[in-house]
């Protein structure tokens, strides 16, 4: 292909695939910036609500096979140890130790895999995007409030002396998405998932569908609320991991996996590529040692700097990353 050839299916990528999640994150971002909008109501209903009837709906009339289920489940959990152990070795040697230390490596090893993974797979990716990224957020939601509770709180127990083992257990048991899963697999097994036509299957994916554009409002949102400061020039190592070593990563796991479908594994790699989540900010808020990095920014401003840094980075990363993926040339 020509160069002009690339540039142009670049940029087609890139209004296809990122340009409409990118608007509607916009739209969330100014609607911060003027109004005083607290997220935390919008994020609620996403969680306890939306966002458990897209996995429930999504899961329940996927076409992917049990097999496939099964792989993707055991691809993430790899490659999220993976990306913990690679994050937590560069970053020693960049010479960076706790408290700052876990909050680089939750913000390094956990992918934004919902409010912005979701939208992106499937545009790029179509149905079996889309089905794959809610895979990949379901099993990422358990390993987050279970290794990411632990990174987080190491060494600090919660004022009633819980442990913090024990308060992961406690959160993962208040997750609806788990019983999303749970719930939308035990149907397809009995064989009693309705007709996808029917009243009630089109009501869940009305809502469903409603998830989406609302879990970018809420990025947005919170992008703009993010106290940055001079923070950004702090998250040089956290950029690099996720822009670079994730994709590579992930890329590593695909291809010893053996993902059947290869639109699985390209999905597979964009989700594990995805930007920084919000998700650690409310992790070490909750569980952290609040004392800092070390230096003048605390770890609340670390963790919202990766995340707005790499969130700008993924799209210019994300588009060639599509491209290449589209093309064969990853997996």
Same mark, same amino acid.
């Given at each position: 292909?020509?160069?002009?050839g690339?540039?142009m299916?670049?940029?087609s990528i890139?209004?296809?695939a990122l340009?409409?999640?990118?608007a509607i994150g916009?739209?969330g971002?100014?609607? @911060?910036?003027?109004r005083?909008?607290?997220?935390e109501?919008?994020?609620?209903v996403?969680?306890?609500v939306l966002?458990?009837?897209?996995v429930?709906?999504?899961?329940?009339t996927?076409?992917l096979?049990?097999?496939?289920l099964a792989?993707i489940?055991a691809?993430?959990?790899?490659y999220h140890?993976a990306?913990?152990?690679?994050?937590? !070795?560069?970053a020693?040697?960049a010479g960076v130790?706790?408290?700052?230390? @876990?909050a680089?490596?939750l913000?390094?090893?956990?992918?934004?895999? !919902?409010?912005?993974g979701i939208p992106?797979?499937?545009?790029?990716f179509?149905?079996?995007g889309?089905s794959?990224?809610v895979?990949?957020?379901?099993?990422?939601?358990?390993?987050?409030?279970?290794?990411?509770?632990?990174?987080? @709180?190491r060494?600090?127990d919660?004022?009633d002396?819980?442990?913090? +083992?024990?308060?992961g257990l406690?959160?993962i048991?208040r997750?609806p998405l788990?019983y999303?899963?749970?719930a939308a697999?035990?149907?397809r +097994?009995?064989?009693?998932?309705?007709?996808t036509g029917?009243p /009630?299957m089109e009501t869940?994916?009305?809502?469903g569908?409603?998830?989406i554009?609302?879990?970018?409002l809420?990025?947005?949102?919170?992008? /703009?609320? /993010?106290d940055?400061?001079s923070?950004l020039s702090?998250? @040089?190592?956290?950029?690099a991991l996720?822009?670079?070593v994730?994709?590579?990563?992930?890329?590593?796991?695909?291809?010893?996996?053996?993902?059947?479908?290869?639109?699985?594994a390209r999905?597979f790699?964009?989700?594990?590529?995805?930007?920084?989540?919000?998700?650690?900010?409310?992790?070490?808020?909750e569980?952290?040692?609040?004392?800092?990095?070390?230096s003048?920014t605390?770890l609340?401003?670390?963790?919202s700097?990766?995340?707005? /840094?790499?969130?700008l980075?993924?799209?210019p990363?994300?588009?060639v990353?599509i491209?290449?993926?589209n093309?064969?040339?990853?997996?």
């Amino acid at each position: 292909m020509t160069d002009l050839g690339t540039r142009m299916s670049l940029f087609s990528i890139f209004v296809t695939a990122l340009l409409p999640i990118l608007a509607i994150g916009a739209v969330g971002f100014a609607l @911060g910036r003027v109004r005083d909008v607290d997220p935390e109501p919008l994020n609620t209903v996403t969680v306890y609500v939306l966002a458990p009837v897209l996995v429930f709906y999504s899961l329940a009339t996927t076409e992917l096979a049990g097999e496939t289920l099964a792989t993707i489940t055991a691809g993430v959990v790899v490659y999220h140890v993976a990306m913990l152990l690679v994050a937590g !070795g560069i970053a020693r040697l960049a010479g960076v130790s706790e408290p700052l230390l @876990g909050a680089l490596v939750l913000v390094a090893a956990f992918p934004n895999s !919902g409010n912005y993974g979701i939208p992106v797979s499937s545009f790029a990716f179509g149905d079996t995007g889309r089905s794959t990224a809610v895979v990949y957020l379901a099993v990422q939601s358990v390993l987050i409030y279970t290794l990411g509770v632990y990174i987080a @709180g190491r060494g600090t127990d919660r004022d009633d002396g819980a442990p913090g +083992w024990r308060v992961g257990l406690e959160r993962i048991v208040r997750i609806p998405l788990v019983y999303a899963v749970v719930a939308a697999l035990a149907a397809r +097994w009995l064989g009693v998932v309705p007709p996808t036509g029917v009243p /009630a299957m089109e009501t869940l994916r009305l809502v469903g569908d409603s998830s989406i554009p609302m879990m970018l409002l809420i990025l947005g949102i919170q992008l /703009a609320g /993010a106290d940055l400061g001079s923070t950004l020039s702090e998250v @040089g190592v956290v950029a690099a991991l996720k822009i670079v070593v994730a994709p590579a990563v992930a890329v590593g796991v695909a291809l010893v996996a053996g993902f059947g479908d290869p639109t699985v594994a390209r999905t597979f790699v964009l989700e594990s590529a995805m930007p920084a989540a919000v998700t650690p900010l409310i992790l070490v808020a909750e569980f952290g040692d609040a004392t800092g990095t070390g230096s003048a920014t605390s770890l609340a401003e670390f963790v919202s700097a990766a995340v707005f /840094a790499t969130t700008l980075l993924s799209v210019p990363a994300l588009s060639v990353l599509i491209y290449l993926l589209n093309h064969g040339f990853v997996v």
